[in-house]
DNA sequence: TCGTGGCTTCAGTGTCGACCGAAGTACCGG
DNA sequence: CCGGTACTTCGGTCGACACTGAAGCCACGA
């Protein structure tokens, strides 16, 4: 007897958010970000995600809240009392690598601190230099290549 | 009155140490790294990096220990009653980089699972498919950027 | 003005990992 | 063997953080 799609699809959420929970993202977020990048109807109220991602409302509010702020999650407001509408914002993933990118590169400053720092010293900045190099290479190569991404728009 | 170069210096090394404790590095293994980057000789042994940083000898070995594994730091042994002597191998940083980079890339192969589970579902499937495009793209390009590194021997 | 539902906030709990320092181990010279 | 030194291992402590659930806080409808 085979297993369903929906099952698979959980156990697909469960290795996605645990990627995730590696670079730092809470294990709750990064089940919503899974959940709601191929739940169906796309949009998800609180309390639905509460109850299938089996966490705590109080989880929920605050990991929506942090990936509403990281613009990868929408939320849509509905008049009277209705609860508001959550869905996943998938434009924006590339911000999230671009930071990572970013945090790479800015390493440079640390290198090219130590690099002055180290002035009147060439012997004694070779180790360093060799890591200067690398991360100057990377801070002009990986911008250009970001340009050249397709529908680059910004 | 001007502060010395070596207390400027001390100040860099926890900077620096800061800036990889957010990626998961240990403060202390951070510190050990920047150090040996900078320090005259260049060898060290682990006492005096004990001495030097104010760390307690178990978190010295526990974190050369680290640091040796990963190939950042190589461990020189001498006969005799000798304390081995450690030094940086900042050849090995491209290392630390590229498996930056790998983990990057390697989300693509969860997007890709997620595709193939959403296959006969296209309708379904565009949230996650921008992603999958994004990573998709990278992992064809970024891969391509490092075989352009000067001196990319491997 | 009250009641209700949706959401946030917050104190409390458990877990995890970095760090310390002392005890233990290995190694060598004598 | 013994003594001492270099290094590792390990129990214990501390702080940080994810998570929970309940209390509190709107905003709306009646």
């Excluded at 698979?8 to 294990?27: M, N, Y």
């Excluded at 109850?51 to 509403?68: D, H, P, R, W, Y």
């Excluded at 890591?131 to 050249?148: H, M």
Aim: glycine share 6%; net charge positive.
């Amino acid at each position: 007897m085979s297993v369903g799609r929906e099952t698979r699809l959980s156990a697909w959420i469960e290795r996605f958010a645990a990627h995730f929970a590696e670079e730092g993202i809470p294990l709750i977020g990064g089940r919503i970000l899974g959940y709601l990048l191929v739940c169906q109807p796309t949009e998800r109220t609180a309390a639905e995600l509460s109850q299938e991602l089996e966490a705590s409302s109080g989880s929920i509010s605050t990991n929506l809240k942090f990936l509403v702020n990281a613009g990868l999650v929408t939320k849509r407001t509905r008049r009277g009392r209705q609860a508001a509408q959550y869905r996943i914002n998938e434009k924006r993933w590339v911000d999230l690598i671009q930071r990572k990118l970013d945090a790479l590169v800015s390493v440079r400053e640390l290198t090219e601190a130590g690099m002055r720092l180290m002035s009147g010293d060439p012997e004694r900045a070779v180790r360093l230099r060799t890591v200067d190099d690398l991360y100057t290479w990377l801070a002009t190569e990986l911008p250009a290549v970001w340009e050249r991404r397709p529908s680059s728009s910004r």
